[in-house]
């Protein structure tokens, strides 16, 4: 399908020299987490004196993750570098990253690994973009060597580290490279966030604080933390900008090659599956996630518990592969207090004004009145999205609600453009109660396998039965010819289950 539109379009300009402001301005934190290897982490901080970008706005934040011995860095007078030190209780890189930003007092927060060395215009190229905007985060290339050190003395030799290094078999991830490829540097499709990397990595700091930061509880060994930060940066409507020039060079292979990693993708894919919406993950069927498909917020106040209920359950009950979280808020105190306790264990419902708690969901339903029609959010996940329709407006007999994409109604709040404008740029939709009913019928006839199994099965008892039964065979196929809701199709259905063989 072709690509209408994109709410990553960011312009070529922000990654440009050209573009550079008369003075730079933006105070840069570059944390990095170690573990082990101190003679290494002293030539990396030897190397990040060579930086273009000015050392007066510039702190470095080493956080140890429980070495043993502790690290004892040899920091080089041109550096502000501040050193934290947490207790080793597994693989603590997410906790080590989280501690550096909770300490940082830079405008924007720049991720390094200690096992990497930047080339000189390293910062200076993260920094660019976020002088155009905010906010922001910044994905830099790594290419990786052979070599396992580095020396001090090639490194105040001057030699620039892409020279010193270009003889030990230089490799760049071709994942990386291919999806910034195939998605014209972010600007094509939804899944840019799948390329981020915490080794090489740049986001406004308080864009880090505002969604969380690093899920330090759920990911506690190698991999996967950097993609779901990336899926709730995403969501959260900011740019995500890959920066080719912000490179830095990895001392030793991609951990790609090791023998175990089809076991840690497994795990990985699992791990992410609960809190990233997405159709390359396994999100079995009518389970609730931590990052459900569809956000629905009831967005007048309901006046009892038992009207309350009535939409709960209408939504809850769709039959699809959606996870659903409802936001709802009660006039009544009473009943409300009545909500909270009949929903403790449910967590799926958040009890309070929209936007309260609600959790990341690609689809955000504002949800005035009516009662919501059965099959309406499997037609909302194939209906809004990059290249179809960010927006979408219902309205008739049924109440009215307005659907949006996530990602670019959190861009019209954060005021990055009015309500009207995205309309008009991202495929904004109009439509009565008739037309959508008409296409969720439609879509559940033409991509329901089960469905198109049954009705198989109909006709082909149709075939084998006496002229008086083929005439009741008929009509009950009319009237699941003429099905207008899920509701509707599945009484047909059920009729024809019933009849005599």
Same mark, same amino acid.
């Not at 405008?107 to 991720?111: C, G, M």
């Not at 009215?400 to 996530?406: D, E």
């Not at 009015?418 to 991202?426: G, H, I, L, V």
């Given at each position: 399908?072709?690509?209408?539109?994109?709410?990553?379009? =960011?312009?070529?300009?922000?990654?440009?020299?050209?573009? !550079?402001?008369?003075?730079?301005?933006?105070?840069?934190?570059?944390?990095?987490?170690?573990?082990?290897? &101190?003679?290494?982490?002293?030539? +990396?901080?030897?190397?990040?004196?060579?930086?273009?970008?000015?050392?007066? *706005?510039?702190?470095?934040?080493?956080?140890? !993750? @429980?070495? $043993?011995?502790?690290?004892?860095?040899?920091?080089?007078?041109? *550096?502000?570098?501040?050193?934290l030190?947490?207790?080793?209780?597994?693989?603590?890189?997410?906790?080590?990253?989280?501690l550096?930003?909770? /300490?940082?007092?830079g405008?924007?927060?720049?991720?390094l690994?200690? !096992?990497?060395?930047?080339?000189?215009?390293?910062?200076?190229?993260?920094?660019?973009?976020?002088?155009?905007? #905010?906010?922001?985060?910044?994905?830099?290339?790594?290419?990786?060597? #052979?070599r396992?050190?580095?020396?001090?003395?090639?490194?105040?030799?001057?030699t620039?580290?892409?020279?010193?290094?270009?003889?030990?078999? &230089?490799?760049?991830?071709?994942?990386?490279?291919?999806?910034?490829?195939?998605?014209?540097d972010?600007?094509?499709? $939804? $899944?840019?966030?799948? @390329?981020?990397?915490?080794?090489?990595?740049g986001?406004?700091?308080?864009?880090?604080?505002?969604?969380?930061?690093?899920?330090?509880?759920?990911?506690?060994e190698?991999?996967?933390?950097?993609?779901?930060?990336?899926?709730?940066?995403?969501?959260?409507?900011?740019?995500?900008?890959?920066?080719?020039?912000?490179?830095?060079?990895?001392?030793?292979?991609?951990?790609?090659?090791?023998?175990?990693?089809?076991?840690r993708?497994?795990?990985?894919?699992i %791990?992410?599956?609960s809190?990233?919406?997405?159709?390359?993950?396994?999100?079995?069927?009518?389970?609730?996630?931590?990052?459900? !498909?569809?956000?629905?917020?009831?967005?007048d106040?309901?006046?009892?518990?038992?009207?309350?209920?009535?939409?709960?359950?209408?939504?809850?009950?769709?039959?699809?592969?959606?996870?659903?979280?409802?936001?709802?808020?009660?006039?009544?105190?009473?009943?409300?207090?009545?909500l909270?306790?009949?929903?403790?264990?449910?967590?799926?419902?958040?009890?309070? &004004? &929209?936007?309260?708690?609600?959790?990341?969901?690609?689809?955000t339903v504002? =949800?005035?009145s009516?009662?919501?029609?059965?099959?309406?959010?499997?037609?909302?996940?194939?209906?809004? @999205?990059?290249?179809?329709?960010?927006? *979408?407006?219902?309205?008739?007999?049924?109440?009215?609600?307005?659907?949006?994409?996530?990602?670019?109604?959190?861009?019209?709040?954060?005021?990055?453009m009015?309500?009207?404008?995205?309309?008009?740029?991202?495929?904004g939709?109009?439509?009565?109660?008739?037309?959508?009913?008409?296409?969720?019928?439609d879509?559940? %006839? #033409?991509?329901?396998?089960?469905?198109?199994?049954?009705?198989?099965?109909?006709?082909?008892?149709?075939?084998?039965? /006496?002229s008086?039964?083929?005439?009741?065979?008929?009509?009950?196929?009319?009237? *699941?010819?003429r099905?207008?809701?899920?509701?509707?199709?599945?009484?047909? +259905?059920? /009729?024809?289950?019933?009849?005599?063989?």
């Open positions: 399908m072709t690509r209408a539109w994109s709410s990553n379009d =960011w312009p070529q300009q922000w990654v440009e020299p050209d573009g !550079d402001p008369a003075e730079w301005h933006l105070r840069m934190s570059v944390v990095i987490p170690a573990f082990g290897r &101190p003679d290494q982490l002293d030539v +990396l901080l030897e190397a990040l004196t060579q930086q273009t970008y000015p050392g007066h *706005l510039t702190e470095i934040i080493v956080v140890d !993750d @429980g070495s $043993d011995p502790a690290l004892l860095p040899t920091i080089p007078a041109a *550096l502000q570098v501040k050193t030190r947490q207790e080793r209780d597994g693989f603590g890189l997410a906790r080590a990253r989280n550096g930003v909770r /300490s940082a007092t405008d924007v927060v720049i991720f690994d200690a !096992d990497m060395i930047p080339e000189t215009a390293w910062l200076e190229a993260h920094a660019r973009p976020h002088h155009h905007h #905010s906010p922001l985060a910044t994905i830099g290339p790594r290419t990786h060597v #052979s396992l050190e580095v020396t001090m003395e090639e490194i105040r030799s001057g620039l580290i892409q020279d010193l290094l270009a003889d030990s078999q &230089p490799e760049q991830p071709a994942w990386i490279l291919e999806r910034w490829e195939t998605t014209n972010g600007r094509i499709g $939804d $899944d840019i966030w799948w @390329g981020t990397s915490g080794g090489n990595f986001i406004d700091r308080q864009l880090f604080l505002d969604i969380g930061g690093y899920d330090e509880e759920g990911f506690r190698w991999g996967g933390e950097d993609n779901e930060l990336g899926y709730r940066i995403y969501q959260s409507g900011a740019f995500i900008v890959p920066v080719h020039t912000a490179m830095a060079w990895h001392l030793g292979p991609a951990t790609n090659d090791s023998p175990d990693i089809d076991e993708r497994r795990r990985i894919k %791990l992410l599956a809190r990233v919406a997405s159709d390359a993950l396994p999100r079995a069927r009518g389970l609730a996630f931590r990052a459900p !498909d569809i956000a629905v917020e009831i967005v106040p309901v006046g009892s518990f038992e009207e309350a209920m009535q939409h709960i359950t209408a939504v809850l009950s769709d039959p699809t592969d959606a996870s659903v979280r409802i936001s709802l808020k009660c006039a009544d105190g009473t009943d409300a207090a009545l909270e306790d009949y929903l403790a264990s449910e967590p799926r419902v958040v009890l309070g &004004p &929209p936007d309260q708690g609600m959790a990341t969901a690609p689809v504002r =949800w005035e009516g009662m919501w029609p059965a099959g309406f959010a499997t037609w909302l996940l194939v209906t809004i @999205g990059e290249s179809r329709s960010a927006t *979408l407006r219902i309205g008739g007999f049924a109440g009215t609600a307005v659907a949006w994409a996530s990602r670019v109604l959190n861009q019209v709040e954060s005021r990055l009015t309500e009207a404008e995205a309309y008009e740029r991202f495929g939709r109009t439509l009565t109660w008739d037309a959508v009913l008409s296409d969720v019928a879509m559940t %006839l #033409s991509e329901g396998e089960e469905w198109r199994r049954r009705v198989g099965v109909a006709e082909a008892k149709l075939a084998d039965v /006496s008086r039964r083929a005439v009741r065979w008929a009509n009950h196929l009319g009237t *699941l010819a099905a207008r809701s899920l509701s509707e199709i599945r009484q047909a +259905l059920g /009729s024809i289950s019933r009849a005599p063989h």
